[in-house]
């Protein structure tokens, strides 16, 4: 529930912060113009504000419904991509140092000193050593198992939500060839309801069609970009871990002995 609140306030974050961005760059661009005397200046500034205003203007000629729900798409992905992001580089442990650390205990201090080390650190692999360090006196396959089980419950937890960005990524797109096919029909129903060929009613039907279609594919490359970080930055985590655990298992091996 917390996890899902903070999306919807990351959602809420970039919608507000979107707005107030494109008008306080109007706002810049329209002072800009009005100042300067400078041409070449003045011409950028009306460039910037006449790129917002033919953004917003395509969008709108768009249609409200496909439009809408292809924007909500992009906020709601990139509201979890960023979450995602956030946890994964929190996730991230320097496995190396950790264990010469958990081994420098064992010598030391014993199990209980390993344990204290793990509990100080944040990170899916100091859970996972906790975890084999806690059932170790049961003997190493209790152990090992308990290595593997939780490994995978932390790996369940880095892959957590990924699944709705790429749900995203494929409604996108589909959102937006359904507009297009929706817009064409609109642009036949003119043309029978005129009894006759009209290029103006044709051109203005496919180019609703076509914006559609433009937006969703835009917005599916975004959100894929993302995507692939997020699964490379699980992949290596998850090969962090399993590097981690034979090292654990080693230094228990060596403990024991």
């Known amino acids: 529930m917390k996890r899902l609140f903070s999306i919807l306030a990351i959602a809420c974050i970039m919608v507000f912060g979107t707005a107030n961005a494109t008008t306080n760059a109007t706002t810049i661009a329209t002072t800009v113009v009005t100042a300067t005397q400078d041409d070449t200046s003045a011409d950028e500034a009306e460039e910037s504000l006449g790129f917002h205003q033919e953004l917003k203007k395509r969008f709108i000629e768009g249609g409200p419904g496909f439009m809408g729900i292809v924007l909500l798409c992009l906020i709601l992905?990139?509201?979890?991509?960023?979450?995602?992001?956030?946890?994964?580089?929190?996730?991230?442990?320097?496995?190396?140092?950790?264990?010469?650390?958990?081994?420098?205990?064992?010598?030391?201090?014993?199990?209980?000193?390993?344990?204290?080390?793990?509990?100080?650190?944040?990170?899916?692999?100091?859970?996972?050593?906790?975890?084999?360090?806690?059932?170790?006196?049961?003997?190493?396959?209790?152990?090992?198992?308990?290595?593997v089980a939780y490994g995978g419950v932390q790996m369940g937890q880095l892959?957590?939500?990924?699944?709705?960005?790429?749900?995203?990524?494929?409604?996108?797109?589909?959102?937006?060839f359904m507009g297009t096919v929706i817009g064409m029909i609109q642009a036949f129903d003119k043309i029978e309801a005129a009894g006759g060929m009209d290029a103006t009613l044709v051109a203005g039907g496919i180019k609703v069609a076509l914006l559609t279609t433009v937006f969703g594919l835009v917005v599916a490359i975004i959100l894929q970009i993302f995507y692939n970080y997020i699964v490379a930055k699980i992949d290596n985590i998850v090969n962090d871990m399993e590097d981690?655990?034979?090292?654990?298992?080693?230094?228990?091996?060596?403990?024991?002995?």
Not at 114 to 139: H, M, W
């Open 159 to 176: 892959e957590k939500n990924v699944s709705w960005i790429s749900l995203f990524i494929a409604l996108a797109p589909m959102l937006g």
């Open 77 to 147: 992905g990139l509201a979890i991509a960023i979450e995602r992001i956030i946890f994964l580089n929190l996730s991230t442990t320097n496995s190396k140092k950790l264990t010469q650390e958990v081994e420098d205990a064992l010598q030391s201090g014993g199990v209980e000193a390993a344990k204290e080390v793990c509990r100080n650190t944040k990170g899916p692999v100091a859970s996972i050593f906790y975890q084999g360090l806690d059932r170790v006196d049961e003997g190493l396959d209790s152990a090992e198992k308990a290595v």
């Open 244 to 257: 981690a655990s034979i090292s654990l298992m080693d230094l228990l091996v060596r403990h024991k002995k």
